[in-house]
């Protein structure tokens, strides 16, 4: 019961470019890889019919041979992630903060490709792993391709990219053992963040929900860095990026996270594909924080550390573009994993800051690209070709796929004619913003980022009950998982430095007390870098109560499109309830399918035979978001005999989710654990379609979750 949205897909010019290295082989011969037609791929040369293999087998050769090295290295953080195509449109120019022609020209459908990954995990890891999740866009302009390779989480753990090899190599499998996959619940992960306490902010929103989405679809994309924008006439603003997703913000719960690992571990990939196959077009909207140069100095926190954000309240988001997704990569390997994101690729309009992890990001990601791709060339493969016209005097190397003409390569020359040439402002040539600078050379940090409390602080207070209570269960579990105590000690003394309250209740669940002080063992261990006195002078700043913005509570839900609602039916289910549900969720762009106690086909009251969508042996509760139960005496007394489907309403219950059930569907209520059916607004005895959508836009029913905590499934 596919639900399919009739957009019409655009083709762009980057489309069109790939279009060019795309190969069919519909009724084509096989070949070798020189054009040799082969008639048999099935059988090696032999001596005789019982004999060894022959040397002279080239055919097994070619074939061994290429199958030996399909494999290149993964990303060595990010390895897994799903990659779609779209574009960028601009609602409204900007031309008086940036030349850029992306944010100038209204006219124009900038082609996008986008990769979403997890950080820590290998690239078999489970999508549903608790991370930060990486949000790369690589926007190919007629100026050049711009990527703005961000992450969906507004800031970072650390504040200078020295620190990065440090991070990871705490959070990835141990190394003696390699263990745990995908997962930052141990110690070395945690022996690392209670010493580096500007870890803090990024690390409460890793406890917080934004770290297990329900879709990708469904989360925010942040530039996280200052960046600049610069006008024609080379002024130059301070600039965040954001992507506010138009399906809202919405997360699963860790009990499901950590089942739907094991029931659909491509969980978070399958969405994304299936999303735009069945049209339903992922789209962001584009906003900017923009900050004049004058206010630089403005704020409690500097705009250089990449561990603060700044408040919508204080600046607000000014919304000017959106991008849609409508096309899935003809193959994984050419291009989502390929796709070579720099965030040194930018444009004439916009511009870095020295924001010190930017600074040193600017130079690990074409590096990498070369252990991972293997050549310099990696520009030249299709996904990674900018549409701008690329020349120049660079040359050679591994996999050069271009055959440059003419007989100079250098610059300046006269026998070339002087080509290729250089541009200059005015004709769109780059020139760096040109900030004045006087300052010693120094290997420090500045006061300025001292402050590691008052986000953290800011970031909690912000957020509703239900979001609290998730973060004191994901600290409680995480630090649970660790095995030494003063690792978890230092945790609950630093957590106590962003509210005392949380670190008492993870303090209980763990079985531990907050302690008092700390600084001696973090002193010892590494010296007054982790001083959180010098860290931390003075008080917690207090500059805004509350940041609304912050908490996904406060979100729109106003709508249901894509979610997928499972109906629970047997053999004999009664047909117009099934209907009048259907069509109601369906025109909201709702998906349903149709859950049964096998596969194949069964049979309405009607006498009808409908195709199912699951047998209940493959799927799991924790893959829908609602469940509606239509009547049919035969068909419940068939479902209350199958312990799983009572278990499947038990975990919908459970996870707060919008239950309807019709008629007899009640029946199968009754045999579930689910105790109060009166009080809850997420709960539809007879109810009407218009409901039961209204509750499955608000998500969840955060209210149950009291009485849902009881329910042993
Ligand atoms: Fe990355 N990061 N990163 N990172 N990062 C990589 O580049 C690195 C950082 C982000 O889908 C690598 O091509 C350093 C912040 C995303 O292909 C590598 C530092 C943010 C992706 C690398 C950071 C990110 C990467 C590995 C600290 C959010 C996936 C493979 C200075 C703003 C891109 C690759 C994709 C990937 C280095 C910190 C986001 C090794 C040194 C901050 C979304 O170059």
Redesign the pocket.
Known sequence: MESKKTSKKEITSKDKQLQNYEVDYQKKPLTTRQGLKVNDTNNSLKSGERGATLLEDFLLREKIHNFDHERIPE?????R?S?AHGYFELYESIEEYSKAGIFTDTSRKTPVFV???T?AGSKGSTDLARD?R???VKFYTDEGTWDL???NMPI?F?Q??M???D?IHSVKPEPHQEIPQAASAHDTFYDFVSLTPETLHNHIWVMSDRAIPRSFRMMEG????TFRLINKEGKAHFVKFHWKPKLGVHSVTWDEAVKISGADSDFHRRDLWNAIEAGHFPEWELGLQIVPEEDEHKYDFDLLD?TKLIPEEMVPVKIIGKMVLNRNPENFFAETEQ?????GSIVPGIDFTNDP??Q??L???R???LS?LGSHNFHQIPINRPVAEAQNNQRDGHMQTEIPKGRTAYFPNSIGGGCPYLSTVAEGGFESYQERIDAKKIRTRSESFNDHFSQPALFYRSLSDWEKEHIINAYSFELGKCEIKPIKERMLYLIAQIDENLANKVAKNIGLKVPSSVQEPINQAIGADANVEEQQPGEKKIYLEKSPKLSQANMHFNTIETRQIAILVANGFHMPDVMKMTDALEKKGAVIKLVAPHGGTIICDDNMEHKVDAAIMTTESVLFDAVFIPGGKKSIDALVSQSKFIKFVNEAYKHCKAIAVANEGKELLNKSEIQDFDNDEALFINGTPEDFIAAIAKHRNWNRREKAEKIPA
């Open positions: 990303r060595i953080v990010h390895a992630g990659g990769r979403f990954s950080v930060v990486g949000f790369a390779v961000g992450n970072f650390i200078d990219a620190k990065f090899p991070l942040f530039g996280i860095h990449p796709v070579a994101f720099m965030p992890l930017l040193g990001r130079f690990s990601y590096d990498t690209q991972r």
